[in-house]
Structures are given as C-alpha cells and as structure tokens.
C-alpha cells in the first residue's frame, strides 16, 4: 500500500516488548556499521522529508512496508540505522514502540553529535506510553489503527510541528559525594518509595511471566494488584525522615504523611495521569508545567492508595517543589524508578541535572497550524542546503519556533 507524504525508507525491528528495551540498550554496541552504503542511500532518497522508522515488535495491519530493514538487537542498536542516514539531509525518525524505546534512540541521538538532530515522533506501542501522549500521538496502537493506519500517521509527519524535550541526567554518588556509582537520562520522570516499588515488583513479574504484559488494561489491573499488597503496612512510612530533598540549593521539607516523591518532566505519567494538573485551580505560587523549560515538577505521594486514586482521578498529588537542580539524599536503601526502570538504591546521593534538549514532533491538533509549521520548517531546511544559514542557526531558530508555538 503505497504512502502519501513521507517516504518510509528505514525500519529497524525490536523484538521482545518494551521490557527489554533496557536490556538490549546495554548490550548492543554504539557504533556497528549498517552493511548499507550511506551514499547510495542519501542519492535514492526523494528531496522531501525521509523517514526513518524504528519498529519495536510487531505491528499487525499498519498498511506500510519499507525498502529497507534492520533489527533492533543486543548485537545492533538504533545506531546502525543512524549512521546509514547520516548523509541523509533533513530526515525524520518515527519510534514504534514504549518509552524505554524512545530513550534508548534519543540516547543514540546524543551519541551522534548532529549539529541540528532529526526530529522524533512516535507510534505507541508499549504499555504506558507516557511520551506519546504528551505529544498528542495517542496511548497505544488501537488508537492508530482507527485513525488510518501508519500510512496516516507518515502524513501527520509530515505535517508535524518540531516541539523541544528537556532531558536530564540522573547521577548517583556515594553518600559522601566523593564517586560516581551510576548515571542514567531521564525523559518523563524519576520515583522514589512506594511507587518505584510498585514498578519493581511489577519488573520481577514481567521478567518471571512477559506473556502477561501484552495490553496496558492488564499491565494496570497488575499495577493495583502489586500496589495493594503494601497499603496495609506503610513500607514507606519513614521515607520523610530518611530522604533529604534540595530543591536549587534549598532544603525542602517532605510532607510526614508522603510514601513516595515523583519528580516529573512531563504532564503524563503510569499511563495518563497528569502529576502537576496544570489546568486545574491551584493556590500555591508554582509556575505551569512544561517540556521544555528546563524545570522539573517535584510532587509527594501519601502512598498505594493514593496512586489508585490519582489513576482514576479521585485525588491530586500534592505539588512541593518545582527547580533545576535537585538533590536527594538516601540514608537507608529505597527503590527508584527512572522513565519506569527500577532498582533498589542503597544509601547515596541522588543528583538530577539538566543534560539537554531533543527535537521531537508533536502532531498537530489544529492542520492550518501544522501546514504552517511544515512550512516554515522547510523554509529553514533550504536554507541550510542553500548555505544562507548554517545548521547551528537552523537549530537556533527550530528551538525559537517551538517555543513560541508553545
């Protein structure tokens, strides 16, 4: 079935489901080479947008193929399709598949030292799909599939506006500071207490029994099961006296009632829930959440309940903090969760810091905006190939469109 807009030009296959996508990012190699000649791809391409595509899993009825395939492995990362377009001039990239996906290819991204980075859209195919929801993609495949499949989703590429993502690195050192034990990069958030408990056990699971994990209905109906079995005993009822939070340089007191502090990037989080509820009356003097401010949004959470009710929207987290530097100190091992890959940490100093900005793409709600920010974005494309302006400014002024459109 031949496509409309994009041309499809690229997939790479991820097999196993969102969970390994942690496990594969640490084993596949940084730099393989694809077998592909960079050149000849660059010269068969059409001069509009190409697209690649990176596929994790199966997607059933999606009506598109493409010309060329990779697969996502231990042995071939998402560099391996990075590096045959790399003289590809002004290509596009569409992530199918879960968060842990998409963090894994902008990682890739980072590695690549692009002057202006291809922007990055995504088709949800995990189970929380927090990102994509944020940026108007949908929360699963079904969604796609009612709207026309892939061959509609390369359209609404096409005619995508560029937005921009704050990343943040996440660096653990020992509690006196003094070494680094561990760094990670941090889309959508970071939990601590009993939601990155919940998020462990659910992990075990995952790993014991993955069959189980095939719709987000059944990876929820899991989550309250698994956060159930702790309402009882408060496991985390000591977390506001043994976890020290710094909020810019400032002690910020956790609220004695807390059992968890989520610190958020983005307004969508365990499936939809929005964290900071930026439209909704709030007293405090807290500025609007946003993407690309290079703030975080810091909330508490009184415990299993709680979550259960912020998913059905029976309750608010309580918002405590909102900075760009944060801190927090362990003096007891608690588990964390960062963009829903847990572990336990022992006693420690957690920093989070801003680390950069991606270049993503937000589908367009309203099509007059979209046409005009396709518009605009090949003006500046042009440009570039033109040599009226340099890749830095284009990405200068993608950075200031995105802003504005804001």
Known sequence: MACQGLETVGVILHRGGEGKAAELRQAAPA?????????ELAE????????????EGVVPGLGCTAEVVFELSSSQGPEAGLLLFRKVPHFRILVCGGDGTVGWVLDAIDRQNYASPPPVAILPAGTGNDLSRVLSWGGGLGSVEKQGGLCTVLHDIEHAAVTILDRWKVTVEDKQAKSVLLVKYMNNYLGIGCDAKVALDIHNLREENPDKFYSLF????????????????????????????EVDGAEIDIPEDSEGVLIANIPSY???????????????NFDPQSIHDKMLEVVSISGTWHLGTLQVGLSRARRIAQGQLIKLRFSAPFPVQVDGEPWVQ????????HHGQAFMLKRAIESSLGHATAIVTDVLENAETSQVITASQKRA???EMALRLA
């Open 31 to 39: 730099n393989r080479r694809p077998k592909a000649k960079e050149a």
């Open 44 to 55: 068969a391409l059409p001069r509009r947008h190409a697209a690649l595509v990176l596929l």
């Open 218 to 245: 059944l990876n929820k109906v899991l989550y309250a099961r698994e956060g159930a079995k702790s309402i009882i005993d408060r496991t985390f009822a000591d977390l506001p006296w043994q976890v020290r939070l």
């Open 270 to 284: 365990m499936g939809g829930v929005d964290l900071w509820q930026n439209e909704e009356e709030n007293l405090d």
């Open 346 to 353: 022992h006693s420690c100093t957690l920093k989070i810091s």
């Open 397 to 399: 002024l993608l950075q």
